[in-house]
């Protein structure tokens, strides 16, 4: 079941699903849908997550880290 809030998005989203439409051709990714809806309760949190996980201190280089997302995005046929 989608929340069709976060589907479609308050007025400031749409504009920037249009964009994106726009843009690219496609539909705005579910993962951008799902980061912009309640962003202080998901979207923040979670993006402060990934930023650590994906810059901070590893002893894997940014680079390798990027090529494993990549790969795993691949894998599951995700759109990024």
Request: hydrophobic share 40%; aromatic share 12%.
């Amino acid at each position: 079941m989608r929340v069709k809030v976060a589907e479609r998005g308050h007025v400031p989203d749409r504009v920037l699903y249009g964009i994106i439409r726009a843009v690219s051709g496609f539909r705005a990714p579910d993962v951008v849908r799902t980061l912009r809806y309640r962003k202080p309760f998901f979207g923040g949190p979670h993006t402060v997550h990934t930023q650590a996980s994906m810059r901070g201190a590893s002893a894997w280089s940014v680079f390798e880290r990027e090529l494993f997302a990549a790969y795993v995005s691949r894998i599951n046929h995700c759109h990024f």
